[in-house]
T-cell receptor, first 112, second 112 residues
Framework: GQQLNQSPQSMFIQEGEDVSMNCTSS?????WLWYKQDPGEGPVLLIA?????ELTSNGRLTAQFGITRKDSFLNISASIPSDVGIYFC????????????FGTGTRLTVIP | NAGVTQTPKFQVLKTGQSMTLQCAQD?????MYWYRQDPGMGLRLIYY???????DKGEVPNGYNVSRLNKREFSLRLESAAPSQTSVYFC???????????FGPGTRLTVT
């Protein structure tokens, strides 16, 4: 399968700090999605990106579709305890069938 | 509106036993998917169904079969379970056009 490199693997931050994470690939994607997964639950869609250069926000979350189509970034501003969880990026290949390829996740811990 | 539902939530099997994981969605989506999630591996696609009446292999189909029973339901069958199939299984659905996939809560399967 396609390799998506997601970094960092884990983060420990203080409540109120901003967070940045990213996802890179050697392949060109035409869609980037960001999901959050809480323990024992399924991934929940946070942001979807469809155009190179696109910048999209969802509350305190902002994600960008990289110009090269090979990367994407997610920022969380003013973190709060409920931001704790695992964040996954997912990319869909140009010309690919109905499937997405997922990164290995960034585990976020917020210290109150 | 329950979204994507999965049954059972937990299951323990002995090697060689068979079972079927059930998935249903009430969002009138055309496409449905089965993933497995293993530690450090992210989510990997097992099978998908682009539309009612069609199914296709994903990245890791060996040892599994699927049935798209109708537009709402997509089941995953393990004919002869193996310890390597111990994992968390997620069903997802999407309207074909926009590729935003919505996930169920998962089934945690242990094969001893």
């Amino acid at each position: 399968g396609q390799q998506l490199n997601q970094s960092p693997q884990s983060m420990f931050i203080q409540e109120g700090e901003d967070v940045s994470m990213n996802c890179t690939s050697s392949s060109i994607f035409n869609t980037w999605l960001w999901y959050k997964q809480d323990p024992g639950e399924g991934p929940v869609l946070l942001i979807a990106l469809y155009k190179a250069g696109e910048l999209t926000s969802n509350g305190r979350l902002t994600a960008q579709f990289g110009i090269t189509r090979k990367d994407s970034f997610l920022n969380i501003s003013a973190s709060i305890p409920s931001d704790v969880g695992i964040y996954f990026c997912a990319g869909q290949l140009i010309g690919g069938a109905n499937n997405l390829f997922f990164g290995t996740g960034t585990r976020l811990t917020v210290i109150p | 509106n329950a979204g994507v539902t999965q049954t059972p939530k937990f299951q323990v099997l002995k090697t060689g036993q068979s079972m079927t994981l059930q998935c249903a969605q009430d969002m009138n989506h055309n496409s449905m998917y089965w993933y497995r999630q293993d530690p450090g591996m992210g989510l990997r696609l097992i099978y998908y169904s682009a539309s009612e009446g069609t199914t296709d292999k994903g990245e890791v189909p060996n040892g599994y079969n699927v049935s798209r029973l109708n537009k709402r339901e997509f089941s995953l069958r393990l004919e002869s379970a193996a310890p390597s199939q111990t994992s968390v299984y997620f069903c997802a659905s999407s309207a074909v056009v926009d590729y935003e996939q919505y996930f169920g809560p998962g089934t945690r399967l242990t094969v001893t």
